[in-house]
């Protein structure tokens, strides 16, 4: 299983931007698929964007599309998500998550395909 610790959150302006890493335990980073998600107040969890294992394939949600983008190094164990143009209903507590296998790719993403989360990270956007 990977541990996974986020950071990066924090309270930005509206049209600011703020960049989250996702620091990933163990040697077998690299052939898992990795999720962000976010969580705000009295809301369900929703699908931000995702990486496949090898870095090749992106997918995003489509309120973030354009604005938000997924990266990952494999040789440093992190994902990232940099966030631009930030909007008051971006703001949640982030996640990042592990998909449940190795090396499997999916034509698309939902929280059900991930084994392993991070403890989260908030951002807040102020209007």
């Known amino acids: 299983q990977v541990q996974l610790v986020e950071s990066g959150g924090g309270l930005v302006q509206a049209g600011g931007s703020l960049r989250l890493s996702c620091a990933a335990s163990?040697?077998?980073?690299?052939?898992?698929?990795m999720g962000w998600f976010r969580q705000a107040p009295g809301k369900e969890r929703e699908f931000v964007a995702a990486?496949?294992?090898?870095?090749?394939?992106?997918y995003y949600a489509d309120s973030v599309k354009g604005r938000f983008t997924i990266s990952r190094d494999n040789a440093k164990n992190t994902v990232y998500l940099q966030m631009n143009s930030l909007k008051p209903e971006d703001t949640a507590v982030y996640y990042c998550?592990?998909?449940?296998?190795?090396?499997?790719?999916?034509?698309?993403?939902?929280?059900?395909?991930?084994?392993?989360w991070g403890q989260g990270t908030q951002v807040t956007v102020s209007s």
């Open positions: 163990g040697r077998t980073f690299s052939t898992y698929a």
């Open positions: 998550a592990a998909d449940r296998f190795k090396y499997y790719s999916r034509s698309s993403y939902s929280s059900d395909n991930f084994g392993s």
């Open positions: 990486i496949s294992w090898s870095g090749s394939r992106t």
